[in-house]
């Protein structure tokens, strides 16, 4: 009868465990400083054929940082090697399920102030390989996509 | 009401440490057949369909009746009191989920992927009486949590999938359906396997009236989308979208389900220990 009573415990210990919000934990995995390893642009052409724009490594560095209280949140600043661009104390998140990262008030090819969600297509600890697609208006009807993929490193 | 109250809190103490009690931890494998009260997720499906129509290389199907079916898991504990005939309860855990992937594909060749994926939490509690300890006939109520996970996103030409902003409708809707269900079960016990079999009907119990949706929520409100129910409003007269009317509402994934189940108890009859 003990045995069953520890047992049922220990399963209650147990699902109490895995209920932590993953939310959470990945927005305290992701502090810190972040080294934008390579980037590529890509244009998606409607007819499947992919126009390649630019290939870069280490074209910059993202710190994301903890504000006290916040929960999901982290504090976001972008410096990018090779150009005055800079972005800081601006807040990033990722979506519940960890599908999406979101940059607010980012900067997205010609408007300030804009926000950005990207894709997360690798999520590992010391790795992450986002895609932010952005539609580019073509006056025949038929829409190019341009596509940006950062993988970054810590 | 009040008598059996009282019943209860005096006697079910006394019943439960006399002798010729069996008090077992059990370990519980099922699999739930069940069936959607509301078909809304179809909706968005076929009103996707009509509105991009002639644009389309291949539309979405639409989700069968019984199409979130899973199977399950889970534990709890059981008691019966007597040899020959006497009183059954028990309270058990359980966890399902069902994932259904559904594609469209348009004339340019672009495809809008959906990835819906629900996860379904139980807790029920069992309350009759057994035969020789061999046949249950039990009633039951039991508190639902059904969450639901609607992941639509785009894969481009190239073969790049995308859940961004770029297109509106993109995005990773959730919402929670809660019901407290009620129904019977009977099951034979052989040993230490018990085999039930039981139905359970939502109630209404825990309203929601309708306000809940399937929904991409953002604090920043970058993200406030409702999954449509009405894409064509969604898309041409968003002014005059009433989520309430036109949006999929969590309410429509309530289900009545039957459930057969494998458990193996772990105890002795106190008697016996």
Known sequence: MKKSYFLLVAFTLLLTSACKDKQQVYASRMEGVWNIAHEEIVIIHPDGSVEDVSETDNV??????????????????????????????????????????????????????????????VNERNRQQWSFIRRLDNPSGADSHRKTTWTLTK | MYKLSVFVVAFFPALFFAQDNQVALTLRGDYESSQLSGFELNDFFQSYNE???????????????????????????????????????????????KSLRNEAIFANDLLTRTDFRVKDYNCQ????????????????????????????????????????????????????????????????????????VGISFPTNMIPDDGLSTLLDYDITRIRWNDLPRNYQVWADDPVNFDPFEDAVRTQSFRSVRINIGLEIWLGKKSSEE
């Open chain 2, 51 to 97: 509105y991009y129509g002639v644009n389309m290389q291949q539309p979405f199907d639409t989700v069968a009746v019984k199409g979130l079916s899973h199977a399950g898991w889970g534990m709890g504990m059981r008691f019966l009191s007597g040899d020959n005939a006497g009183f059954a309860t028990g309270i058990f855990l359980t966890y399902g989920s």
């Open chain 1, 60 to 121: 910059g560095v993202l710190t994301l940082t903890y504000e006290e209280g916040d929960r999901v949140f982290r504090t976001y600043s972008l410096t990018l090697t090779n150009s005055t661009f800079s972005l800081s104390g601006l807040p990033f998140k990722a979506d519940e399920e960890l599908k999406r990262v979101f940059f607010y008030n980012f900067f997205c090819g010609d408007i300030f102030g804009c926000d950005w969600v990207g894709t997360i297509e």
């Open chain 2, 125 to 196: 509690v069992d309350i009759g009486f057994h035969l020789k300890r061999f046949l249950l006939i039990q009633g039951h109520i039991s508190a639902r949590i059904r969450e639901s996970v609607f992941d639509l996103g785009y894969v481009y030409q190239d073969g790049s999938f995308s859940r961004g902003n770029e297109y509106d409708i993109l995005g990773v809707y959730k919402g929670s359906t809660i019901t407290l269900d009620v129904g019977a079960s009977a099951g034979l016990k052989l040993g230490p396997v018990f085999i039930p």
